[in-house]
Every structure is written in C-alpha cells, then in structure tokens.
C-alpha cells in the first residue's frame, strides 16, 4: 500500500509542479530581471528544493510568456562572451501574478483551510487516524 501511495504521490506532484513552475519564474522576475541560465538555481532554492527545471525548460516558457505579453526582453552585454537576454515582467504580467496569488495562494491563509491542513499534518496524512 506505501509503495502505491508512494507513485500516487509522484505522479500528483509530477503534474502539480509543473504547473508550478510558471509562478515561481513570475515570482523570480517580479523582483528584477533575470537572465534564464540563472533562474534554475534560484527556482530550486525558493521553491525550497521541491521543483528543478532545466535552462530549456526555462527557456520555453519565457518564450511562451514573452508571446503572451506578460514579458519582455532585453539585450544586456556580457562580460563572458555574446550579449544576454534579460527577461522582466510587463505590467500585464504584474497584474497577473498578483490575480494568481489572490486566487490559488492566499486561500491558504484562510483560517479554515489552515485548519485543515493542520488536521492533515497532526494525523501524519492518514485521515482519521
């Protein structure tokens, strides 16, 4: 039974991660721009070691956000080598980022589902028990 929870467990948060990774990158750029080869580092250190993406991986989405409009790009020059792309939210990505975390990350702030998730850690993740 441990072993079946183990990979339920794995698979949720394979995807839930995924999707987590759009707002630890907002995150990172809404406090200055980055340049992506040094974002993987600093998503796996705020996101306390629970997601890793690769600079491809990083680099797609940024593609992606730039194609929407949530950010921009600029040339920076390089003291090792070619000019760097730097990458900085747009005003509509601000608003974004702020509407997502109202929405999906405050709730957790709400005394009742505090609640709950205490109940959750103090059963040790065994409802009922």
Do not use: C
């Not at 974002?39 to 990083?58: H, K, L, P």
């Not at 509407?99 to 709400?110: A, K």
Request: glycine content about 8%.
């Amino acid at each position: 039974m441990a072993e079946d929870v183990d990979q339920l467990l794995e698979n949720w948060e394979n995807v839930y991660k995924k999707g987590l990774l759009t707002f630890w990158l907002l995150l990172l750029l809404n406090e200055k721009p980055h340049y992506p080869y040094e974002m993987d580092e600093a998503v796996w250190r705020i996101s306390q070691g629970t997601v890793a993406a690769d600079s491809n991986s990083i680099y797609r989405a940024l593609g992606r956000f730039e194609t929407m409009g949530i950010v921009t790009v600029q040339l920076q020059e390089s003291n090792s080598g070619p000019s760097r792309k730097y990458y900085q939210l747009t005003e509509t990505g601000k608003e974004l980022l702020g509407r997502f975390v109202e929405r999906n990350i405050l709730v957790f702030e709400n005394p009742e589902v505090a609640e709950r998730i205490d109940q959750v850690l103090q059963n040790g993740g065994k409802n009922g028990a």
